[in-house]
């Protein structure tokens, strides 16, 4: 049976040729070489899943090591059109890393590509220099290291670059990878057997050209509309596979999703609309499982959901689908949201589809609480601080500012912070579309989103936060750790593109 989605392909060319003439018109950075003859590659097959390695670094004396390479690579996914990419220890992607708390890690990033780049550990509490930022950058041919102690909770961070102004681009060409912090204690009755019963999802959309390229391919520059928008693609990848099939155990399987795509958000479920649970977010577990048939990820976001495929039929298959039309009116406003969306952001498309295998596994349900999560409340604050996110006039900014080279930042969005201190963000949008702030370092509690409490969904601890059009959202942060006065943490828009024009800022932990 085919997998292939209701997606309105043709409908998209016609979208995309279109665009491309906007883009002419207002064309501020170069066009997309996609633009005026590059054609989208047809509906390509979908593929079988992989399970990325996993990484458990080797241990030398008190520290456990993991050896990553940035290289280069190429991947057939247009039949005869292969295309260029990077990877991690890999053509595309890179390995899982597992992590346990209380132990300390070291990393090891060799750049073997022609280029200048970082590797940013994101979801990690460690010291600023560590971080993997703009200001740790990795020249070719160069081994840079980052150790740090894993002080947090059992949670699914992830890696990525963060080269200055190219951050889309190398994320793009396929560097990113996840990240597992383990804590026996906190996973008490969950699934946990790598690549069994529990499995990454790394979802990525990519426009795939008729030749193999695409926009951000050597050479191409995505167009000013694409930078404003963010690049959403046509074809749907995860872990690095076009639309893949996967058999699992009938019984309870962990998924651990990533929204690794540079701009596009997912409102995830199921085609035959069946419930699950979800169990953790950015900063790891809830208070309790969230039965529900909904997930709704931005860029940058994880969610964990456990999925019982007990009562399927030995070879059913069930599509895992973005429901994205669901919520497309609240994370797109107006004319200019209308604008800066795509066809796909008003349907429903298919991303893998799951498939029951003859094994049946005997996971039991999951308890029916874990561990609470104590409230942090607005009398912790010390101060509130307005984060106003805005577009306009070919611009993305935040408090009126963008950050647009490395040690030169607007005062508006470049702040010195007291370790020990909690702070109150609040955070504005009045642009037409959802921006996701993604803060370093810090894992946050949403104190309230336009005066009212956070749904289940997003009352665990965060780092990233969708922040929709016209909403105010309040954030309590507890700054914590060692200070530096020469390296920052950043903050930035989680839609890589935005994050490349200088939505973006930073601040320094300091006594
Ligand atoms: Cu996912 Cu500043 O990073
Ligand atoms: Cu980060
Ligand atoms: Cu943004």
């Known amino acids: 049976m085919s997998s292939r989605s209701s997606r309105p392909l043709t409908f998209d060319r016609r979208r995309f040729l279109e665009l491309c003439g906007a883009a002419a018109t207002a064309s501020l950075l170069p066009l997309a070489s996609g633009c005026g003859g590059d054609e989208l590659a047809p509906p390509l097959d979908p593929g079988t899943f992989t399970v990325p390695p996993l990484l458990d670094g080797e241990i ?42 209380g132990e ?43 150790e740090y102690d894993v002080v947090q909770r059992a949670m699914t961070a992830w890696y990525h ?30 699934p946990s057997s790598y690549g069994v019963d529990d499995l990454p999802l790394v979802i990525q959309d990519r426009r795939l050209l008729a030749d193999g390229t695409h926009p951000y ?16 693609g046509e074809t749907m990848l995860v872990n690095g596979v076009i639309e893949p099939r996967r058999v699992v155990p009938r019984g309870r399987v962990r998924l651990r999703i990533l929204n690794g795509s540079n701009a596009r958000n997912y409102h ?19 208070a309790a499982p969230l039965a529900t048939n909904r997930v709704l990820l931005a860029p940058g976001e994880r969610a964990e959901i456990l999925v019982d495929f007990g009562g399927d039929a030995v070879g059913a298959g069930v ?44 996971t039991a349900p999951p308890p029916a609480a874990f561990e609470p999560i104590v409230r942090m409340s607005e009398a912790d604050a010390v101060r509130t601080r307005p984060i106003a996110l805005t577009m306009s006039g070919g611009t993305v900014s935040i408090n009126g500012e963008q950050m647009t080279e490395l040690g030169s930042v607007p005062a508006a969005i470049n702040f010195q ?21 993604h803060v370093h370092n810090r894992h946050f509690q949403i104190l ?9 969904a997003l009352a665990g601890w965060k780092d990233t936060v969708l922040v929709r059009p016209g909403r105010v959202v309040r954030l309590l942060l507890r700054f914590e750790g060692p200070t530096d006065l020469q390296f920052p943490y950043m903050f930035h828009c989680h839609i890589l593109e935005h994050e490349d024009m200088g939505m973006m800022g930073q601040f320094y932990l300091v006594d």
């Not at 979801?123 to 980052?146: E, F, K, N, V």
Request: aromatic residues 8%; negative net charge; charged residues 15%.
């Open 60 to 101: 030398d004396g008190a520290v456990r090591v993991f050896r990553l390479d940035l290289q280069e690579g190429e991947v057939e996914w247009v039949p005869g059109a292969p295309t260029a990419t990077y990877g991690v220890n890999g053509a595309y992607l890179g390995p899982t890393l597992r992590f346990r708390r």
């Open 104 to 146: 300390r890690v070291r990393l090891e990033v060799t750049n073997s590509l022609g280029e200048t780049t970082t590797l940013h550990w994101h979801g990690l509490q460690l010291p600023a220099r560590a971080d993997g930022g703009p200001y740790q950058t990795i020249a070719p041919g160069t081994t840079w290291t980052s």
């Open 161 to 190: 670059p963060h080269q200055m102004h190219l951050t889309a681009r190398h994320v793009y060409m396929g560097m990113a990878g996840m990240i597992l912090v383990d804590d026996p204690a906190d996973q008490v009755g969950l």
């Open 217 to 232: 391919s050597a050479g191409k520059t995505p167009s000013m509309h694409d930078h404003m928008a963010g690049l959403r």
């Open 268 to 286: 995830l479920g199921f085609s035959d609309d069946r419930a699950f649970l979800h169990i953790a977010s950015d900063g790891g577990l809830l």
């Open 319 to 362: 599509q895992l689908q973005s429901y994205s039309g669901e919520v497309f009116a609240s994370l797109f406003t107006g004319m200019m949201g209308a604008n800066l969306s795509d066809s796909l952001d008003r349907a429903t498309f298919d991303i893998m589809t799951f498939e029951a295998g003859p094994e049946a596994t005997a």
């Open 417 to 437: 912070i007291r370790s020990g201190e909690t702070e109150l963000w609040q955070v504005t949008n009045s642009s037409g579309m959802a921006h996701p702030l």
């Open 448 to 456: 309230d989103i336009d005066g009212a409490a956070p749904p289940p």
